[in-house]
Nanobody
Framework: QVQLAESGGGLVQPGGSLRLSCAAS????????MGWYRQAPGKQREMVTT???????NYADSVKGRFIISRDNAKNTVSLQMNDLKSEDTAVYYC???????????????WGQGTQVTVSS
């Protein structure tokens, strides 16, 4: 079994900052890509940012220059520093990991339970 546990969501005023964290646990062999996605009410889930095992990052245009993703391969964790938050950043944020575990050699796509981020004055 693999679990992704997120933390760090909450309510913040426009212009403020929040930091999200996610820890992957279980009989993990290799984590390839980790990332964050979000889903606002009435909208489809969208990619926010991803980071490969080599540290290469990818950001949605809407968050470039404001959000920073980081990863600790030794601890199987990924974090998202969100700065200059805007009302349109309000959404449920999901941690994602592409990994192999146990005796399963094909990489699978795993999700956390989601954490609410609300940007409002």
């Amino acid at each position: 079994q693999v679990q992704l546990a997120e933390s760090g969501g909450g309510l913040v005023q426009p212009g403020g900052s929040l930091r999200l964290s996610c820890a992957a646990s279980g009989s993990i062999r290799t984590i390839y890509t980790m990332g964050w996605y979000r889903q606002a009410p009435g909208k489809q889930r969208e990619m926010v940012t991803t980071i490969g095992s080599d540290g290469r990052t990818n950001y949605a245009d809407s968050v470039k220059g404001r959000f920073i993703i980081s990863r600790d391969n030794a601890k199987n964790t990924v974090s998202l520093q969100m700065n200059d938050l805007k009302s349109e950043d309000t959404a449920v944020y999901y941690c994602n990991a592409v990994l192999t575990h146990g005796s399963i050699w094909n990489p699978g796509n795993y999700w956390g339970q989601g954490t609410q981020v609300t940007v409002s004055s």
